[in-house]
């Protein structure tokens, strides 16, 4: 069995135990790239924008970006749904995404397993240190940094369009979004 029935199995197999809500494997010549995505970044509206590794300034330019991913091939992408008690549960919104988090390193791990080398991005940026050491130093766990999707200025939208999963799935929830490239 090949590499791509291997995982696909594996995935299946898991998805429930994982926390998957949603998934597909794309090419990453699917991808959708835009520096409107960045200046959405740009207008800090999550507070993340020049403060961390993981999103913009400190992932490069939208061409830097754009080189990493296209120099895989494959991508895996997957959502994980999370309920909220309105439209307001900001601390949902921060153990959905922290759960979301969580849920990465399990999935890279499947793929390391078969001896993939990966590129990982996630959801909004990282959150691991209280305070980053961005721009002073390197980044203290660079083989847990996680980049957001959008901070490579992928349109997410219309992703999820291309791999057939919902970027909105209904009120009171929040759906987050990573990738896996390989």
């Excluded at 494959?74 to 995404?97: A, C, I, Q, R």
Aim: negative net charge; hydrophobic residues 35%; contains cysteine.
């Amino acid at each position: 069995m090949d590499f791509h029935h291997q995982i696909a199995a594996q995935i299946a197999a898991q998805k429930d135990a994982l926390g998957i809500h949603q998934y597909a494997f794309l090419k990453t010549t699917d991808l959708v790239f835009s520096q409107g995505v960045r200046s959405l970044c740009e207008m800090n509206s999550c507070g993340q924008y020049g403060k961390t590794w993981a999103c913009p300034p400190g992932t490069g330019t939208l061409e830097e970006c754009q080189a990493r991913v296209m120099a895989f091939e494959n991508l895996f992408v997957f959502t994980t749904l999370h309920p909220l008690e309105d439209s307001y549960d900001f601390e949902g919104m921060m153990e959905g995404k922290k759960r979301h988090s969580d849920l990465c390193p399990a999935i890279a791990d499947l793929f390391r397993q078969h001896g993939k080398t990966l590129l990982i991005l996630s959801a909004e940026g990282c959150c691991r240190c209280e305070t980053c050491t961005y721009p002073d130093a390197p980044c203290r766990f660079p083989d847990t940094l996680y980049p957001s999707i959008e901070s490579y200025c992928v349109e997410v939208n219309r992703l999820a369009k291309t791999a057939g999963i919902n970027y909105i799935n209904g009120a009171n929830t929040v759906t987050y979004f990573g990738c896996i490239i390989y």
